[in-house]
């Protein structure tokens, strides 16, 4: 008998998937983007930051992006979607003035960063779930 429930264990998993694709995904942005800073002196204070980044990011999509979404939902309409870009470039870089903001080495200077940057991280992290095996990435 397991003292973990098997769909507990899987859930456990497909998070910490999810949390390790989108901090390699804003590794990538950083070294792709410039505007887009990763500090730390040592690997391992850079992977930390980036896994605490990746935490916020999601809890950020989470969150407040479906509420923005519902309250701007003409200009989605109006725009055929694009404004999803505008929306997705504001969050990437409300994630970094947070992630600034509570001591963490990790910048998103201005609007133009975070739009590439969320391009990025959109392309990047949907490459690499679609490497990952289903049963391993339960979204």
């Known amino acids: 008998m397991s003292w973990v429930d098997e769909r507990e264990g899987s859930w456990v998993l497909a998070f910490v998937i999810r949390v390790v694709v989108v901090a390699i995904a804003l590794w990538v942005a950083t070294w792709l983007v410039d505007g887009i800073e990763l ?23 989470a969150f407040l992006k479906p509420v923005i979404k519902i309250l701007s939902c003409p200009l989605y309409i109006l725009t055929l979607g694009l404004f999803g870009l505008v929306i997705n470039a ?9 992630a600034s903001r509570i001591g963490l080495p990790f910048v998103v200077d201005g609007f133009w960063p975070g739009f590439w940057g969320a391009i990025v991280v959109a392309i990047v992290g949907f490459v690499l779930h679609l490497l990952i095996p289903d049963r391993f990435d339960q979204r």
């Open 90 to 98: 504001l969050l990437f870089w409300l994630v970094g003035s947070f």
């Open 39 to 61: 500090g730390g002196t040592t690997t391992g204070a850079r992977v930390g930051t980036l896994v605490v980044v990746a935490l916020i990011f999601g809890l950020v999509n």
